[in-house]
């Protein structure tokens, strides 16, 4: 049974997340045969609302089909175009940023792996509306690459309505992916900053920065156990800051980790 719970939702998801894409697509070659404002304006406008459909309909099933239940702590986001930094641990995370930030404000924009537009649908809908994608591989060539990709969605970051999502860890977290980097953190990865400085660097002075903290209360996460309400509980914690109060990118991304870190221990 508890398999056949978590695949209807795998299916629900999935059809979503597929019908999303079929809408989303034609939207896509228009604007991009059409490079016009009135057509730019028009087409932003349609796929933002087909975003939060989407949103609305995956918080209906997690929250009203298979009952789990969100705790939200601290000030809902009020700010268009924030920036979004949150730990790591399953796919599930996504469709939680997703409900405490869209569901009443922007729509998010992912900072993604390059190698995930071949992820069937997920990757195309990334693909589709023209996620930042980064190489994160130490061939040459690429850290300049993926440094002009953060240089470019930093200075286009705040001209529209957008929440930049970015997972400093740059991957989802393990016990032995935790063991290996040898971290002071408990239940968390080594952040890494190269991403947050070029933000903060290029964006507008004035951009808060919400730091999302997800606590499942349980060890070894899997999207699939999470499709079939395991856990039931899930607390997500919000903090707000402004990036421009915040002099040394490293030190404040190590500090706040440590009391990320203290605060997932407590629960």
């Not at 641990?89 to 900072?111: A, E, H, M, Y």
């Amino acid at each position: 049974m508890k398999n056949f719970i978590s695949f209807s939702s795998a299916l629900w998801v999935t059809t979503n997340l597929l019908l999303g894409f079929v809408l989303l697509l034609p939207i896509s070659i228009i604007s991009w045969l059409m490079p016009l404002p009135v057509v730019s304006r028009g087409s932003t406008f349609i796929a933002d609302h087909i975003y939060r459909t989407a949103v609305k309909l995956d918080t209906f099933w997690m929250q009203r089909v298979l009952g789990i239940e969100l705790v939200i702590k601290g000030n809902p986001n009020t700010q268009q175009t924030p920036v979004v930094i949150c730990n790591h641990q399953s796919w599930f995370d996504i469709p939680l940023v997703q409900q405490v930030i869209t569901g009443n404000g922007p729509i998010i924009k992912f900072l993604v792996k390059r190698e995930i537009v071949w992820v069937p649908i997920i990757g195309w809908i990334c693909l589709v509306l023209n996620f930042p994608r980064l190489s994160r591989g130490k061939k040459n060539g690429t850290g300049e690459s993926d440094f002009s990709i953060i240089q470019k969605a930093s200075k286009g970051h705040g001209k529209t309505s957008g929440a930049l999502l970015i997972f400093p860890e740059g991957t989802r977290f393990t016990e032995s992916k935790r063991v290996n980097q040898k971290v002071p953190y408990r239940h968390l990865l080594k952040p890494k900053t190269g991403g947050l400085k070029m933000i903060k660097q290029h964006a507008n002075i004035d951009t808060n920065l919400v730091d999302i903290t997800i606590d499942y209360h349980q060890k070894n996460v899997h999207i699939w156990n999470c499709l079939r309400a395991d856990p039931a509980k899930i607390t997500i914690t919000l903090e707000h800051y402004s990036l421009a109060e915040i002099d040394d990118i490293q030190t404040w991304l190590n500090n706040r980790w440590l009391e990320k870190d203290q605060l997932l221990s407590r629960g």
